[in-house]
RNA sequence: GCCCGGGUGGCGAAAUGGUAGACGCAGCGGACUCAAAAUCCGCCGCCGCGAGGCGUGUCGGUUCGACUCCGACCCCGGGCACCA
């Protein structure tokens, strides 16, 4: 048997670490533990390479810290209410939750083979009923402690479906089903309040040491806390007056207009009187809720006739436009427009006739502004008692005016909304509430829960639960009186916000244990996509605030998340053709046929457009089945392919190449260690150096796998291989070797490894031998190479003893061969030595 | 538009102020074989016979020395609050 054949030794290794429950955690306050987790999956349907990636990368993790003696808990479960399933019951006519289960079956069944370190006796999944009652539990725990409230906000309305639509289904502006323009729609809303934790979680980010430094910068970014200015603008002729928000207090005097959001109660109420604005207010309505699209599109403006007050001159008076590109979610909705120092106001003021007047000058002199706002450091001009000052003196000064004059104050302010979590969607877990006509909202009874969904369900669009004919109809928890329940479901990212923290004690009656949840949280290490920074890890470190305020998790537990690691995506290419309507379709791989710089349909043979290679996903069809390279090569082949080549941090695109070389690679390895059995007598000597190159693995391999270098394990993996297969060594000596060789290769390579570990006589199973340490000593050599550079460039090379000083190592250099042919007799200008690093002879 | 990344041989990459290209893929040459597969050995950034020159997206700077640090720019990707 010199082939290794992983259809027959895979199961085998699997049954045998699940008769021995190796992966299976409980709670041992005698043992430090580890948990590990992966973002879980949605369950789209097939795994892909993403998926294998993301959950070998963890196991690889799982592993090695069990062999270094944790306690591990490595859990795994379903992200499983989304939209694909809805989209899937419309297309297909299959139902949400049989659609959504028989993929959970699917991958499950795609997975296990893949020999993971998994406890399965924790799976769940979010459409489990126990599951939501928990989170309708938590809902209501965090609506008494005032973390909710209902409040107007605007979605995407497709007026010919009469649905609301995601972003995603928002394709130009037109709705993706029906192709009508969407509309912007004001509807009541639930939120959590996460806006008032602004402050917490922007300063908690410096205690995130062990997160990348991009995601903490991403998420104080999102936050955005600002410091400014509230002021009112009196605006003539009316009573009321316009408060705007401003981080500029020193741009001023260089104001030519003042602004509103088309959703602004000003836009609204002059709406009423001017036909003309309505019309304009309904064409910048017609435009998508995602801040993009309100970026990106064309700076237009409505002259609204009306004039504010200057607050720092009354003879002063600016015009007042309602204006596209305003949020009304940022600030106060109004802005005041300094066109000289904000591009966007430029623009607009260019397009409008208004004034540009500079009133920052770099170097203080008289200053002109053309077709670039200036936006950096320098000196007040045009501003009369502020000219001179510094922009941040400006700043104080127009603050304090302001203020003395009772107009307006300092005011700190956050980019951060409050979390909408309303969606008028079935597949999601139901909001626990009652609208009842004599005592209003009221939250369901506990003793209720879990309020699931009803099964039979028709699915035109639109919310099935509104038009459902009982399942609305429920008893006030209050009165007893007749109510209809809140058809909102929640947003799945509410799912997604406490998983980690049910998964430490997954049975328990109330959503969280806390003694369980004291000695597993928090996670020690979670991985993911970079595509989650922001809103999936920001809602989850407001939830476990949420949740030790509601008291369902332990004060320590506020970060939830000890390590982060991002991993890079796996991308793939896109394949599309033009379909009804000028609407793009797209294409899987399996679709086409790819040629040297085309592609065509396989059904067909028509052309296929090729796009960039991007982020697998489901909408764009972009992905790739594992299954294949699984069932040819087995697991091992697929977790080693995967872990090497790439940094884990970085995308990778999937390409069918490697596999093979991975498999060729473990073939390899496998016939090193039938030859380790077989071998002869050998030299000490070369002994000698087979264990230093032992050590020298260990020490190398450990620090790739600490350091989340995975591909630089395995690269000196392939050295240590290289090194036995070269090694004159004994049988012995290359029996050692391999041993150690399948205890380093048992985190990527499990099956292979307890194959090995057997061959060669280790005890019990490899998955449960301690990891190898390095010594210290076999790691020192005594000479080492010197690299010897002249003006900077490599020349030659020097041998010196390991512990030479700075003397020796220049008398070696002088004396080089190299060396006094380029001084060709003159003396060097200068000696640069860094002793263990290099020489650089300087002429 | 705004925020965050990335860019190094034919390809995936390594080197985070000190030998650019470890390791792997592809390719080329050889051994073994009747032959093929598998395996093993060797070569492998570009130009040049060679000495040597050039080379880490582009341009400029700091340094004895820059893929690495600084400034400006180009291209590609991620996120932008209802995709997950």
């Known amino acids: ?172 502006g037109r709705g993706w089903r029906s192709g009508a323009v969407v509309e912007r729609r004001e509807l009541t809303q639930w939120f959590f309040r996460i806006a008032d934790y602004s402050e917490e979680l922007l300063a908690a980010i410096d205690t995130l040491k062990a997160w990348p430094d991009k995601v903490r910068l991403m998420q104080a970014n999102w936050i955005g806390k600002s410091q400014g200015l509230q002021f009112r603008f009196e605006i003539v002729g009316r009573a009321e007056p316009l408060e705007v928000y401003t981080t500029r207090p020193d741009t001023l005097f260089g104001a030519s207009f003042a602004a509103v959001s088309p959703d602004h109660p000003l836009a609204r109420a002059l709406e009423a009187e001017s036909p003309a604005l309505a019309t304009f207010c309904a064409e910048c309505r017609r435009t998508g809720t995602s801040e993009e699209a309100l970026e990106t599109a064309e700076k237009r403006g409505f002259d609204t006739g009306l004039r504010v007050v200057h607050p720092l001159d009354d003879t002063i008076t600016l015009p007042v436009y309602v204006a596209n590109f305003i949020l009304m979610d940022y600030g106060t909705g109004a802005i005041f427009g300094c066109p000289a120092h904000d591009q966007r106001d430029l623009e607009f003021a260019r397009r409008y006739g208004l004034a540009v007047t500079a009133v920052v000058s770099p170097d203080g002199a008289p200053f002109e502004v053309g077709d670039t706002a200036f936006t950096d450091p320098g000196r007040m001009i045009n501003s009369r008692f502020l000219d001179g000052l510094t922009i941040e003196a400006a700043k104080a000064e127009v603050i304090a005016r302001i203020e003395a004059a009772g107009r307006g104050s300092a005011r700190t302010n956050f980019r951060l909304r409050d979390w909408g979590i309303s969606r008028q969607r079935y597949w999601g877990c139901p909001i626990p509430v009652l609208h009842c006509p004599t005592c209003g909202v009221v939250p369901e009874a506990k003793a209720n829960l879990p309020i699931v969904l009803p099964k039979d369900i028709d699915f035109s669009p639109g919310n099935p639960l509104d038009r459902h004919p009982t399942w609305r109809n429920a008893a006030c928890p209050a009165c007893g009186g007749a109510a209809l329940r809140e058809t909102d479901t929640m947003d799945t990212f509410v799912d997604s916000s406490w998983y980690f923290a049910r998964f430490t004690a997954p049975g328990a009656a109330t959503p969280t244990d806390l003694d369980d949840a004291a000695y597993w949280m928090n996670v020690d290490q979670y991985i993911g996509g970079v595509e989650h920074a922001i809103l999936h890890l920001l809602y989850s470190r407001f939830f476990a605030r949420a949740m030790i305020r509601t008291g369902h998790l332990p004060e320590s537990a506020a970060e939830p998340f000890d390590a982060l690691f991002t991993q890079g995506m796996v991308t793939h290419e896109t394949y599309a053709m033009p379909g009804e309507g000028g609407r793009t379709v797209w294409l899987s791989p399996d679709e086409v046929i790819r040629a040297e710089g085309s592609a065509t349909l396989r059904a067909t043979g028509a052309a296929v457009e090729i796009g960039p290679s991007i982020k697998m996903s489901k909408s764009k069809k972009n992905v790739v089945d594992p299954d294949d390279i699984i069932a040819q090569y087995g697991a091992d082949t697929a977790r080693w392919f995967v872990m090497s080549d790439s940094p884990p941090e970085r995308d990778v695109e999937w390409t069918a190449a490697g596999a093979e070389a991975a498999w060729r690679h473990l073939q390899r390895v496998w016939r090193l260690t039938l030859e380790a059995r077989a071998g002869g007598a050998g030299t000490p000597e070369a002994a000698h150096a087979l264990d230093r190159a032992t050590h020298r693995a260990i020490a190398d391999v450990t620090a790739g796998i600490e350091g989340f270098a995975f591909n630089k394990a395995v690269a000196k993996l392939y050295e240590f291989a290289n090194a036995v297969a070269r090694s004159e060594a004994g049988a012995e000596a290359r029996a050692a070797a391999m041993r150690v060789m399948a205890q380093l290769l048992s985190p990527m390579t499990p099956h292979l490894a307890e194959e090995m570990w057997a061959a060669l006589g280790g005890a019990g199973l490899v998955v449960d031998a301690p990891w190898p340490v390095a010594d210290p000593a076999l790691l020192q050599c005594d000479t080492l190479t010197l690299p010897v550079q002249v003006n900077g460039k490599k020349r030659g090379d020097i041998e010196v003893p390991a512990g030479a000083d700075r003397a020796a190592i220049e008398a070696l250099v002088m004396a080089d061969e190299t060396v006094r042919r380029w001084l060709d007799g003159a003396a060097p200008k200068k000696l640069v030595v860094v002793p263990g690093r290099i020489v650089n002879v300087v002429l």
């Open 1 to 172: 048997m010199s082939r290794l054949n992983a259809r027959e030794i895979e199961p085998k290794w699997q049954a045998a670490w699940a008769a021995a429950g190796c992966f299976t955690a409980r709670r041992d306050p005698a043992r430090p533990k580890y948990y590990v987790l992966e973002m879980f999956p949605y369950p789209s349907g097939r795994i892909h390479m993403g998926h294998v990636r993301n959950y070998t990368m963890g196991d690889v993790v799982a592993r090695y810290k069990r062999a270094q003696g944790f306690n591990v808990l490595h859990p795994f479960g379903w992200d499983a209410f989304g939209l694909p399933a809805e989209n899937a019951a419309m297309e297909r006519r299959v139902h949400p939750e049989d659609w959504t289960r028989a993929n959970i079956a699917t991958m499950k069944a795609q997975m296990r083979p893949l020999g993971l370190s998994l406890d399965w006796s924790r799976e769940l999944a979010t459409c489990d009923a126990d599951y939501v009652g928990h989170q309708q539990a938590l809902f209501l725990d965090m609506l008494a402690a005032g973390l909710v409230t209902r409040k107007a906000s605007v979605v995407n309305w497709d007026p010919v479906d009469m649905t609301v639509l995601a972003n995603e289904q928002v394709e130009n």
